[in-house]
Every structure is written in C-alpha cells, then in structure tokens.
C-alpha cells in the first residue's frame, strides 16, 4: 500500500508562508485525491483542505480560504500545501492522507492513507 511522508514543517512568525510537501512512495499516488488535516494539542483532527487524483479542484476549510492552497504533481508522487499569512491558531500538527473515489471528503475516516505529520508553530 502507498506510504506518505509529510515535510517542510517549522517554526515561523505570525504573518510568514510555509509550504508542506506529502510525497508518496510509488506512482500510485496519482490515483488517490489527497486532504490535508490539522490536530492542535487537545483538539480534534481537523479538515483543511483537498484536491482531487488530478489536480483539477479543491476545496477548503472556511478558516484557510483565501490563505492556504493545495497543489499537486503526480509525476513527483508530491502533494503541497502552501500556507501564506500564518496566524498562531494555525499551530498544529498537519498531516497529509490518500484516498481512491470522487467528491471531497472532509472527514477522517473517508481516508485510508496516512502520513505521520509534520509540526508547524506559529508565534505570534
């Protein structure tokens, strides 16, 4: 089965842009849409943001609409998330995961591949 590996986490200042990466192992990644989801300390995982198997569409939570933007490249087995304008409540660990099928899912369960996650901090 697919493995995903997030990267390019960090510790930034409210304000700066950070990109995260989730590369997959094998060029099946191209058949998956990818979704991007955040856990704060003590919260629940939370939704982000998707983008279908081709790239062609995306959707996104209502808290980073118009600040963050999912892209992808198949032909790198690599799915981005580039996050401009970070805000403090952004701090949280984000991971990135799989899934076969159309539509958007926003919930966890409707994936099926994980990656570990990344940690992002923003200080105010």
């Known amino acids: 089965q697919v493995q995903l590996v997030e990267s390019g986490g960090g510790l930034v200042q409210a304000g700066d842009s950070l990109r995260l990466s989730c590369t997959a192992s094998?060029?099946?990644?191209?058949?998956?849409?990818i979704g991007w989801f955040r856990q704060a300390p003590g919260e629940e995982r939370e939704f982000v943001g998707t983008?279908?198997?081709?790239?062609?569409?995306?959707y996104y939570a209502d808290s980073v609409k118009g600040r963050f933007t999912i892209s992808r490249e198949n032909v790198k087995n690599t799915a981005y998330l580039q996050m401009n304008n970070l805000k403090p409540e952004d701090t949280a660990i984000y991971s990135c995961?799989?899934?076969?099928?159309?539509?958007?899912?926003?919930?966890?369960?409707?994936?099926?591949?994980w990656g570990p996650g990344t940690q992002v901090a923003v200080l105010p």
């Open positions: 995961a799989g899934r076969g099928g159309g539509g958007f899912a926003v919930r966890p369960y409707e994936y099926d591949y």
């Open positions: 983008i279908t198997w081709n790239g062609a569409n995306t």
């Open positions: 094998d060029h099946t990644f191209s058949r998956y849409a």
